[in-house]
């Protein structure tokens, strides 16, 4: 699962503080904007796996991070060949995946409540300008606990599709998937209202 669940562990990447994880992603998410070339990437691409064995949570899990990507890799291969070169397609979209990947490896080797709790101390510096630590760690809890709600949904549905014989149909995915997504949002909208986060 994209974003996926915690996975519990020992290892120095699970024992390392929340807020130091942040800070690594976010300078190492920008030093890959400047990693243009094939070689960078590559460096790169060996230094994110060596962390996944480092943290040994599983190649099932690795790899769960990395599969819902598939199809959006080989749109961005094509269009980047087609406006580009093949070069700068496989550095473009390995940047891409390696993003997502670190970004996920900090999901499973760190609780989600050690992460908003990290966040919000990292955003208490700009409360004068007006940022609610607390309300924007809670809506970046709500968006992380919806992805797996959201794939859940769409796993349902796939399978009744297939159930009924209409897995070539769009109309038979999409229109459900908008309905218990909208659905999934009214629920959550309540359930804030009813405690007074309405606003």
């Not at 959550?188 to 606003?199: F, I, P, S, T, V």
């Amino acid at each position: 699962m994209l974003t996926g669940a915690y996975v519990p562990g020992r290892s120095v990447v699970h024992r390392a503080p929340a807020g130091a994880k942040l800070a690594v992603l976010a300078v190492a998410c920008t030093a890959l904007v400047f990693a243009r070339t094939p070689l960078w990437v590559g460096v790169a691409g060996a230094v994110v796996v060596a962390l996944y064995v480092l943290a040994r949570v599983g190649r099932r899990a690795a790899w769960g991070q990395l599969r819902p990507l598939r199809w959006l890799v080989v749109v961005l291969m094509v269009i980047q060949v087609l406006v580009a070169d093949l070069p700068t397609a496989v550095t473009l979209t390995a940047r891409l995946v390696l993003a997502v990947a670190l970004a996920a490896l900090v999901t499973l080797t760190t609780r989600t409540t050690d992460l908003m709790a990290a966040l919000e101390r990292g955003l208490r510096p700009f409360r004068r300008l007006g940022v609610d630590p607390a309300r924007v760690s809670l809506l970046m809890s709500l968006a992380l606990r919806s992805v797996p709600v959201v794939a859940g949904i769409a796993g349902r549905i796939r399978e009744a599709r297939w159930a009924r014989g209409r897995e070539r149909s769009v109309r038979a995915f999409a229109v459900p998937l908008v309905v218990g997504v909208l659905r999934h949002a009214d629920a959550m909208g309540e359930a804030l209202q009813a405690r007074g986060l309405d606003d």
